[in-house]
């Protein structure tokens, strides 16, 4: 055999080679039942000791045969035994030099009888390690006190491969090289990482994490222990949304946390709204503080890339957020982006391509349903002609005559056909399709399956003292109508350094580049256009009138000859150095920078009708802005026994400047063809321009004490300055103390099956002051006005002064509880809170007759109270299958306390004063003891029908207008019918995540969300148009004599009062689905691939509604529904 | 070690220092306050322009408060078929509002804008450094000019209404309506101020003081007192003005127009020899800052609405379009007759065929100017049968229009013309004749209204008439002929009806006003649509009634008056809570 195979003249093929494949596959059985049977048989008498520089395998082969009897086996078409090894061993086995020897070489050795050792080629698993005897390993995870501990997750450290121990603690993972560490990880314990080498058998007791998670928990100017937390603070992983595109980092949050409210978004910029707890404020923005990676983040949340992101904590209790003083009042978003770590660089890139659809689809009329409806609406409004005026000559009812029928009126018209489309007011180029059967489908034109777009690649490493991540993205994303795109160009480059032991410096830096340069078909305009209308002229242009009604536009008029530049670009960055004092102190001195740059221009040329009226228009916006802030923050961290102090002073000031160009011209006479880059070339230019200036200050100081891990206390007190608000009361005062108490930690505390209890109650005060920086003073508007041909400049007082203007102030109190059952198992949190908020920034409505509608004061009262429930199952979990849910459910209710404090009478049935009360103010929809969203407005008890014609008089109505609930029956329908119907907004709020891991490498995902007690303004209800007779429209249901529904009116419908239809919108959907599957490395580890995982992903997929309209969340406006498929690489 | 701590303590220190109070001094950099602005006399001329601009806003767009005005008189209904166009007073002209299109509020909004902005410069003239005592003066005057404007506009369209004196600088919500005539008497009393210090001649769009005679005679009227009414006119006739009776202006040297045609072009409204021109507001084409924003809409509103479809030829077919760039539509406008003139000013009053101002050959555009226009029928080009068209269509379709008023060559839109831009008189010494003959007929001078009534029509090349055809209908009737689109319609019949009723002339009294009035009378007898009560047009018939003499005070101003009391008018609901209204006007309120 020796003679056959290592003898073998290195080139020799030809009927050699083919015997030696039969061998080889004979060796493969042998070698699998080898396996099973014995492990590795390296005998420890025959170590050596090598010393070879730059040595041939063939060498070293022949060294080792000579001193140790083995013998290697290798096909010379695999094998390049003229390689060359540098070796130095010193009293090894045979097995360890050929590791070391084959370390960067693709092969790999086994073991086999009688000395035999098999050489291949690497086909499975790393090309750069030659190392691949596998085996498997056996064991059981124990727990410290000795028992079995089941759903441990066992790993090989770098792969995939994994398994989990079932319940009687016992695993068994195969496919284990021998040079692998295996780590062990469990909720609640330490990981441990053991290191595999010749053992087959590895049991190991897990040690319990000293309290709960060691997760550690941004609280704003620093981090705590997750177990050490005193507020109400709930940290989300950026892994947990990574089947998941978005473009919008918000997206992630929809429904996910309980007491954070983000809705879905309906663009294709993703933009939306998030409010944390209930809306504290009436008037100024209800947004939370972003703080990104520890420094306050002012730009748009749009400009961080999701996945960037390592982890998001949520501030929600007063006592966490008063560290950000006057900005905290809507709660704290904090958002860490990924750290550089380790020696050697990672490259991590993704991608992900997804299509848009919608949820749900309205359509316009189909060219038959225009007709029909073109009848109904001219029925309804020339109700004194015959009701068979308008019906086709041809389907003329029984007992009409086309005689009868052609005599409705005086006009002579041989042809019936004509006449009819006549009587539907039909325009001619609308008759002469109609007659060729020409049909066109705007909405089809102008709807479409979005292509989104997402790429992604980072590196992380390191090397020296110097860390470093870096990231860039594109996203390119299409919405379901045409011309709704986005791109977004974002680059992240974090860096740290320790200079020395005590000073490390560093930066954040990320820089965004978005267009939205393109103009979207505006939706409703695809609905009016005819069927019968054309794109396009005789002589190819596009119609601006589709159908010659010069009141209906081409919705592709814009879309199609706008000349438009919209590009915003961000620079967002933040320098600091961080000191290491004696004594347990540390001061930390970060500089951060916010540049922003808006160039949105635009040109409206002569072909559109809009740019003809004024020979084109041209428009350009240049808007820049700049902030800096400085943050001073010195700590001081210290351990006397079992008394543990942590205390944080923070000095920050900032100031913000902004500014803003306009110029316009319109007259482009001379040319056309320069667009927006020429302005000089038009006729009649004007400039607006607008900047603004605004500073801040702010000290803060923080002391985290904890008593013997058990008794914690925080105490913190913030000062604020601010240029906004009236020079009377520049600064505000903000101070908050929580305690807690870790039960479980208690000597007494017996109980087994409780792994973590934890009591938690904060009280703090916040602020708001979001609010227009220049809204204390009176303000003159100025306006422009001719004296025969010459322009003069006029002035006037635009807004009213408030000299006293300060800050909102929110106090709060919050209760938790933290607990953990059967080993963590069942975990979770539950919080109650009250918040008050006084001083409310409001735009006081005033009497208009003063010369002002509104003025800027603080007053009134809002409380919020609320409770939020979180609660993490590990449901199931064996070898092949582990099942892990999420369920959070919040609500939050809010009373508006007081307004303006002025006092009304109170009447009785019969108009006699019985009290008073404070007055509500209906211009705002604000009411004293209701919450904000309360919605007063006339009940509608459904539609006046047929026979009900008197009392829908006295109305001023008729059958087929909306039946208005008339409490005090005065036949007459005024605001004091007006009635308390609902709430606009959810009252409660449900989300169901479920992760199911199943096959070794599958995983589904599915988050199901429910916002529910909530109604809204349904406008597809009701018919108001007066033009119908000239447009299309919506296919949707219309009350007629034929058709007397109760749910919507007849067309044309009588308007007065103002009245509004509303539809419940409470809704439950499965809004996002995934399922992801990981390459085994076996696959792709040839491609030198760490990692590979492919997902699939949906969003919106099932809806389920009361709603009518299109999308109960976003009410008219279409949901999108997007489907993804994704790869991540990991390189 | 040692030298980084000092120099770490260093920084801290200094961040606090650099960071003194004045860091957070706030600083307006694009915004003009009233402590810079108002303090001389460039910041005072500055609200006069806005005050001056103001005037205009109902002159322009689609219906605009003097549309609101003409449609609530024995002139015009509205055509529009919309649910929301104001036929039905009684079901339409709420407190809570009357919609977007037709809306009767927009005249309160302006006007109490216009009265702060007033009451600015009188509160603040004071204190402000404005050397030349002439200047101070000039300017007060034109201050007390627009407020004065604003509530004689309001109490004839709202009754009693609360009077500001003063500008309020912090929140107020306890108002009180102040009596008619108590606002009536105060200002009067600040016009024959003004008149004393507003300049005899002015730039375009300001007010000289025969603008200020104009309305000083006006409100002399207004409060009964005749014979200062007919001062205030003689003077305002005999400040330099005179009625334009020779041919002038762009189009002077052709002979095909007239002199009224020269006197409503849109070149020739604000020229300086235009000397019958009291008050004008200015709109110009290629200002675009300075401009109304798609100009007077004089077409859209007061040209019927003939391409709609309605219109048929003898095959019926619709043998109307309003084609961008048919030659017609170019002509005749793209009028979608928000106001829709009926047959009282149509026809009943044009008895003088030679009168100008109806002269169909060039001036007036009868119906029978009307061919079919659309290339495609059969009738191209021949007159319009209308027999062939619904007969209850000529409401929107079919109705004649004083081309040389409501014409306005549009440059936004030269294809489809809806009215361009053009200045527009608010007050032009024709009127001021009438109102002297009105004076001399309350003061029984039959023989001095006559004259006054035969100057106007003299000009207009118009038989004179006799002493015994004066009366207030015929004065009425004459201002019709002279002043549509011109004169605030309603208000001026309001205003008669008061005067009856004050002086309890001819069965009226001030008691049942809102029963019985001369307004509603005359209203229904000129106004037949309007008497029928039973023309349904659209969604709602024509009709109203009595107390629609004065429109309800908006509820909003009500409601958010929370801690005093703005009467409603009668009629309206809201009204049993009214209070007796104050009579003395002083800077509480």
């Known amino acids: ?1131 | 070690m040692k030298k980084i701590k000092i120099l770490i303590a260093l920084t801290f220190i200094l961040g606090f220092l650099s960071c003194n109070d004045s860091f957070l001094d706030i600083k307006p950099l694009s915004i003009f306050t009233p402590e810079s602005i108002y303090t001389d006399e460039t910041g005072f001329k500055g609200v006069l322009v806005t005050l001056r601009k103001n005037l205009r806003f109902e002159f322009y767009g689609q219906v605009g408060a003097i549309g609101c005005e003409i449609i609530s008189s024995d002139m015009a209904i509205a055509a529009n078929k919309g649910a929301d166009a104001m036929h039905n007073y009684d079901t339409q002209l709420l407190p809570t509002g009357t919609g977007s299109t037709y809306n009767f509020f927009e005249l309160w909004d302006v006007a109490y804008n216009q009265i702060r902005n007033a009451n600015v410069v009188l509160s603040r003239i004071d204190k402000a450094d404005i050397k030349n005592e002439a200047t101070k003066k000039e300017i007060v005057a034109e201050a007390l000019f627009h407020r004065s404007y604003w509530y004689y506009r309001l109490v004839h369209v709202f009754g009693d209404v609360p009077f500001l004196s003063r500008e309020y600088t912090e929140p107020k919500i306890d108002f009180y309506t102040h009596a008619r005539k108590t606002i009536l008497t105060k200002i009067q009393e600040d016009m024959n101020v003004a008149v004393q210090s507003l300049p005899m001649t002015v730039d375009p769009g300001a007010v000289s003081r025969a603008a200020g005679y104009h309305l000083l005679a006006k409100i002399c009227l207004a409060n009964s007192k005749f014979s200062d009414a007919v001062n205030a006119a003689t003077a305002a006739i005999s400040g330099g003005n005179t009625l334009m009776t020779a041919r002038f202006g762009q189009v002077a040297s052709n002979p095909k127009y007239n002199v009224i045609w020269d006197l409503h072009q849109k070149e020739n409204k604000s020229l300086s020899i235009n000397k019958e021109a009291l008050l004008v507001v200015q709109d110009k084409y290629g200002f675009p800052d300075a401009e109304v924003s798609g100009g007077t809409y004089a077409m859209r509103r007061y040209v019927p609405c003939w391409w709609n479809n309605y219109i048929k030829d003898p095959n019926g077919k619709h043998a109307m379009t309003d084609a961008s760039g048919n030659p017609f539509t170019i002509l005749w406008g793209r009028g979608v007759a928000y106001v829709r003139t009926i047959n009282y000013y149509n026809y009943d009053i044009w008895k003088d065929p030679t009168d100008l101002r109806h002269d169909t050959l060039t001036n007036w555009f009868s119906t029978d100017k009307f061919v079919y226009n659309n290339p495609t029928s059969k009738y191209y080009m021949q007159k319009v049968q209308i027999k062939y068209s619904n007969a209850k269509d000529t409401i929107h379709c079919w109705f004649p229009f004083p081309y040389y008023k409501v014409y306005v060559a549009d440059e936004e839109r030269p294809q489809q013309p809806y009215g361009g831009h053009s200045d527009w008189y608010v007050f032009r010494l024709a009127e001021t004749y009438l109102l002297r003959a009105e004076a001399y007929y309350w003061l029984n001078d039959l023989q001095k209204a006559a004259d006054d009534i035969n100057i106007v029509r003299n000009r207009a090349n118009a038989a004179p008439i006799t002493t015994a055809q004066v009366d207030i209908n015929y004065i009425l009737d004459e201002r019709a002929r002279e002043l549509f689109a011109e004169e605030p319609r309603k208000t001026e019949i309001t205003r008669i009806a008061f005067i009856m009723a004050d002086n309890k002339k001819f069965g009226y009294t001030i008691e049942n006003f809102s029963t019985k009035n001369y307004w509603y009378d005359r209203v229904i007898e000129k106004n037949a649509f309007y008497r029928a009560e039973n023309i349904l047009w659209g969604t709602n018939i024509y009709k109203l009634s009595p107390f629609h003499v004065l429109w309800p005070i908006p509820a909003s101003a009500i409601e958010s008056n929370i801690g005093g009391v703005i009467n409603q008018n009668v009629g309206y609901i809201g009204s049993e809570k009214n209070q007796t209204p104050l009579t003395i006007i002083d800077n509480n309120q």
């Open chain 1, 1 to 1131: 055999m020796k003679l056959l195979l290592t003898k073998l003249p290195g080139r020799q093929a030809g009927p050699l080679k083919n015997l030696y494949r039969v061998m080889k596959l004979t060796w493969l059985l042998v070698l699998t039942l080898c396996l099973q049977t014995s492990a590795s048989v390296w005998s420890q008498t025959s170590s050596l000791s090598l010393k070879l520089n730059n040595t041939t395998l063939q060498e070293l082969f022949n060294t080792i045969e000579n001193k140790t009897g083995y013998r290697f086996f290798y096909n010379n078409d695999e094998v390049d035994v003229s390689q060359k090894v540098t070796l130095s061993i010193n009293d090894k086995t045979v097995g360890d030099i050929l590791s070391q020897a084959f370390k960067d070489l693709p092969y790999s050795f086994k073991e086999l009888e009688n000395k035999l050792i098999l050489i291949e080629r690497t086909e499975n698993e790393t090309g750069n390690t030659g190392l691949q005897q596998q085996k498997t390993i056996n064991g059981k995870v124990n727990d410290p006190k000795g028992l079995p501990l089941p759903g441990v997750t066992v790993l090989v450290k770098g792969t995939t491969n994994g398994t989990v121990t079932g319940a009687d603690g016992n695993y068994s993972l195969g496919n284990v090289p021998l040079n692998a560490t295996l780590v062990f990880s469990f909720v609640g314990m330490k990981s441990q990482e053991v290191i595999v080498e010749n053992q087959t058998e590895i049991n190991i007791a897990l040690q319990e994490e000293a309290i709960g998670i060691e997760e550690v928990v941004a609280i704003g100017y620093g981090t705590v222990k997750k177990s050490d937390l005193t507020g109400s603070v709930t940290k989300i992983k950026g892994q947990q949304f990574e089947n998941q595109q978005a473009a919008n980092l918000l997206q992630y949050l929809t429904g996910t946390v309980a007491g954070v409210s983000v809705n879905n978004s309906t663009s294709a910029s993703e933009s939306t709204q998030i409010e944390v707890r209930g809306p504290t404020s009436l008037n100024a923005n209800n947004t939370p503080l972003i703080v990104l990676d520890g420094v306050i983040f002012n730009g748009n949340i749009t400009d961080i890339n999701p996945n960037d992101i390592e982890s998001i904590d949520i501030l929600k209790d007063a006592s966490s957020a008063a560290v950000f003083g006057s900005r905290s009042a809507s709660g704290v978003v904090i958002i860490n982006t990924k750290k550089g770590s380790g020696d050697e660089v990672t490259i991590n890139l993704s991608s992900q391509l997804g299509i848009t659809g919608t949820t749900n689809e309205i359509q316009p009329y189909s060219p038959e349903g225009y007709l029909k409806f073109r009848q109904d609406f001219l029925r309804r409004t020339n109700p004194s002609f015959p009701t068979a005026y308008y019906d086709n000559p041809n389907s003329l009812p029984e007992g009409i005559t086309l005689d009868t029928w052609q005599k409705y009126d005086e006009t002579v018209n041989p042809d019936p056909e004509d006449t009819w489309m006549n009587r539907l007011k039909l325009r001619e180029i609308e008759k002469k399709n109609i007659l060729e059967g020409k049909t066109f489908d705007w909405f089809d034109e102008g709807m479409r399956t979005g292509i989104r777009q997402n790429y992604d690649v980072s590196l992380n490493g390191g090397t020296g003292v110097l860390k470093y991540y870096w990231s860039a993205g594109y996203t390119d994303n299409e919405n379901y109508i045409l011309g709704d795109d986005y791109k977004i160009v974002r680059t992240r480059l974090n860096t740290d350094a320790n200079v020395t032991n005590y000073l490390k410096v560093g930066m954040n830096a990320q820089f965004s580049s978005k267009d939205e340069s393109n103009v979207t078909v505006n939706m409703g305009n695809l609905a009016t256009q005819s069927p019968y209308g054309q794109l396009y002229d005789d002589n190819g242009e596009l119609k601006w009138y589709p159908h010659d009604d010069s009141n209906i536009t081409n919705p592709f008029m814009n879309y199609y000859n706008y000349d438009k530049f919209n590009k915003a670009q961000n620079l967002f960055a933040n320098i600091y150095g961080e000191l290491n004092l004696p004594f347990g102190f540390s001061f930390k001195t970060s500089f951060i920078n916010r540049y922003d740059w808006v160039k949105n221009y635009y040109y409206n040329p002569s072909t559109t009708p809009v740019g003809n009226k004024t020979m084109g228009y041209a428009q350009r916006i240049n808007s820049s802005l700049y902030e800096w802030q400085i943050d001073n923050i010195l700590t001081w961290k210290k351990k006397f026994g079992e008394h543990d102090f942590n205390v944080t002073l923070l000095y920050n000031a900032e100031k913000k400047q902004t500014w803003r160009d306009q110029v316009e011209n319109i007259g482009f006479l001379a040319s056309e063809a320069l667009t927006y880059h020429q302005l000089n070339a038009g006729s009649s230019p004007t400039v607006i321009n607008n900047d603004t200036y605004s500073t801040g200050t702010a000290m803060m100081g923080r002391l985290n004490y904890v008593l013997k891990s058990r008794y914690f206390l925080t105490l913190t007190y913030r000062q604020d300055g601010y240029s906004a608000f009236g020079q009377l009361n520049p600064y505000a005062n903000f101070p908050s103390a929580a305690v807690a108490w870790n039960v479980k930690n208690e000597n007494f505390f017996k109980t087994k099956w409780v792994s973590n209890l934890k009591l938690r109650t904060s009280y703090g005060v916040n602020g708001n002051r979001d609010i227009g920086i220049y809204d204390a003073l009176a303000q003159l508007g100025t306006t422009k006005y001719l004296s025969g041909t010459t322009v003069v400049s006029g002035i006037y007082s635009a807004t009213m002064a408030n000299a006293d203007l300060r800050w909102e102030r929110t106090t709060a109190l919050n209760g938790g509880i933290d607990f953990g059952f059967f080993n963590g198992k069942i975990s979770g949190s539950a919080e109650v809170y009250k918040m008050k908020t006084t001083d409310l920034l409001l735009l006081r409505s005033l009497p208009a007759i003063i010369g002002y509608k509104s003025v800027m004061s603080n007053m009134g009262q809002l409380d919020n109270k609320g409770f939020e429930f979180t609660l993490e199952t590990r449901n199931y979990s064996d070898k092949k299958v582990s099942w892990n849910s999420s369920l959070v459910f919040s609500f939050n209710r809010n009373e508006i306390v007081h307004l303006y404090g002025e006092m009304v009478d109170v009447f009785d049935k019969d108009g006699n004063v019985i009290g008073q009360k404070e007055a509500d103010d209906r211009t705002n929809g604000w009411f004293i003891g209701e919450s904000i969203d309360r919605v007063w407005d006339y009940r509608a008890l459904g539609i006046w029908q047929l026979g009900e014609e008197e009392e829908a008089k006295s109305f001023g109505k008729a059958p087929g207008d909306v039946k208005l609930n008339d409490p005090d029956g005065n036949g007459i329908s005024t605001q004091e019918d007006k009635e308390f119907l609902g709430y606009s907004k959810p009252r409660y709020h449900w989300g169901l995540r479920n992760d199911i891991s199943f096959l070794k490498n599958f995983t589904f995902s599915c988050f199901i969300r429910a916002e529910l007690g909530y109604m809204g303004p349904n406008g597809l209800l009701m018919h108001k148009s007066q033009t119908e007779d000239r447009q299309n429209a919506w296919d949707v249901p219309y009350w007629s004599p034929t058709n007397p529904i109760n749910t919507a009116t007849r067309l044309n419908t009588v308007d007065t009062p103002v009245f509004t239809l509303y539809e419940s919108r409470g809704f439950v959907r499965l809004q996002d689905a995934s399922i992801s599957y990981n390459i085994p490395g076996s696959i792709i580890n040839k491609l030198k691939i760490n990692r590979c995982k492919v997902y699939l992903s949906g969003r919106n997929m099932l809806t389920f509604s009361k709603w009518s309209g299109w999308d109960p969340e976003s009410g008219n406006t279409p949901m999108p529904r997007i489907y993804t498929f994704g790869i991540d690489l990991t390189l």
